[in-house]
Protein backbone atom coordinates (compact mmCIF):
# COMPACT_ATOMS: atom_id res chain seq x y z
CA UNK A 1 0.00 0.00 0.00
CA UNK A 2 2.96 2.59 0.56
CA UNK A 3 4.24 2.41 -2.55
CA UNK A 4 1.43 2.54 -4.36
CA UNK A 5 0.88 5.84 -2.30
CA UNK A 6 5.22 6.73 -3.42
CA UNK A 7 4.33 6.07 -7.09
CA UNK A 8 1.05 8.43 -6.12
CA UNK A 9 2.81 11.38 -4.90
CA UNK A 10 5.97 10.83 -7.49
CA UNK A 11 3.62 11.40 -10.17
CA UNK A 12 1.96 14.52 -8.41
CA UNK A 13 5.69 15.27 -8.21
CA UNK A 14 5.60 14.98 -11.89
CA UNK A 15 3.23 16.84 -12.57
CA UNK A 16 4.16 19.87 -10.26
CA UNK A 17 7.74 19.73 -11.98
CA UNK A 18 6.11 19.84 -15.22
CA UNK A 19 3.55 22.59 -14.22
CA UNK A 20 6.64 24.74 -12.80
CA UNK A 21 8.47 24.65 -15.91
CA UNK A 22 5.33 25.95 -18.17
CA UNK A 23 5.44 28.71 -15.04
CA UNK A 24 8.81 29.84 -15.61
CA UNK A 25 8.28 29.86 -19.70
CA UNK A 26 4.96 32.05 -19.20
CA UNK A 27 7.06 34.30 -16.81
CA UNK A 28 9.70 34.14 -18.58
CA UNK A 29 7.72 35.26 -22.13
CA UNK A 30 6.51 37.88 -20.19
CA UNK A 31 9.84 39.32 -19.05
CA UNK A 32 10.67 39.67 -22.67
CA UNK A 33 7.75 41.30 -23.53
CA UNK A 34 8.81 43.75 -21.25
CA UNK A 35 5.39 43.33 -19.26
CA UNK A 36 7.30 42.38 -16.60
CA UNK A 37 11.01 43.46 -14.94
CA UNK A 38 13.78 40.90 -14.20
CA UNK A 39 13.68 41.73 -10.58
CA UNK A 40 9.88 41.06 -10.55
CA UNK A 41 10.48 37.42 -12.70
CA UNK A 42 12.63 36.42 -10.06
CA UNK A 43 9.95 37.62 -7.19
CA UNK A 44 7.06 36.04 -8.87
CA UNK A 45 8.81 32.65 -9.69
CA UNK A 46 9.80 32.86 -6.03
CA UNK A 47 6.48 33.35 -4.88
CA UNK A 48 4.56 31.07 -6.86
CA UNK A 49 7.43 28.22 -6.05
CA UNK A 50 6.92 29.15 -2.46
CA UNK A 51 3.18 28.87 -2.49
CA UNK A 52 3.43 25.33 -4.69
CA UNK A 53 5.21 23.47 -2.36
CA UNK A 54 2.65 24.72 0.83
CA UNK A 55 0.02 23.30 -1.06
CA UNK A 56 2.00 20.00 -2.22
CA UNK A 57 3.09 20.07 1.56
CA UNK A 58 -0.77 20.22 2.58
CA UNK A 59 -2.41 18.02 -0.10
CA UNK A 60 0.67 15.23 0.81
CA UNK A 61 -0.77 15.56 4.62
CA UNK A 62 -4.59 15.50 3.45
CA UNK A 63 -3.47 11.88 1.43
CA UNK A 64 -1.55 10.46 4.07
CA UNK A 65 -4.53 11.11 6.65
CA UNK A 66 -6.99 10.05 4.09
CA UNK A 67 -4.67 6.42 3.65
CA UNK A 68 -4.30 5.73 7.26
CA UNK A 69 -8.15 6.28 7.99
CA UNK A 70 -8.96 3.90 5.23
CA UNK A 71 -6.15 1.26 6.38
CA UNK A 72 -7.70 2.03 9.14
CA UNK A 73 -11.36 0.67 8.92
CA UNK A 74 -9.53 -2.05 6.74
CA UNK A 75 -8.21 -3.43 9.94
CA UNK A 76 -4.40 -3.74 8.30
CA UNK A 77 -1.95 -3.63 11.50
CA UNK A 78 0.26 -0.66 11.02
CA UNK A 79 4.33 -0.99 11.61
CA UNK A 80 3.44 0.48 15.30
CA UNK A 81 1.03 -2.27 15.94
CA UNK A 82 3.57 -5.11 13.91
CA UNK A 83 6.40 -3.22 16.54
CA UNK A 84 4.74 -3.53 20.14
CA UNK A 85 3.56 -7.11 19.18
CA UNK A 86 7.57 -8.26 18.07
CA UNK A 87 8.11 -6.43 21.96
CA UNK A 88 5.57 -8.19 23.39
CA UNK A 89 6.57 -11.62 21.92
CA UNK A 90 10.47 -10.67 22.76
CA UNK A 91 9.59 -10.41 26.79
CA UNK A 92 7.15 -13.91 26.89
CA UNK A 93 10.27 -15.88 25.15
CA UNK A 94 12.65 -14.44 27.46
CA UNK A 95 9.70 -15.28 30.26
CA UNK A 96 9.19 -18.73 29.04
CA UNK A 97 13.47 -19.30 28.51
CA UNK A 98 13.95 -17.88 32.18
Known amino acids: MESLLGRFLLSGLGALVLTQEK???FIEEL?????????????????IIEKGEEKRKEI????????????SQM???????????????QTLEKKRKG
Open 23 to 25: IEE
Open 75 to 89: NVATKDDIQKLEKRI
Open 31 to 47: TKKGEITQRENKELLTE
Open 60 to 71: EGKIREKVKKVL
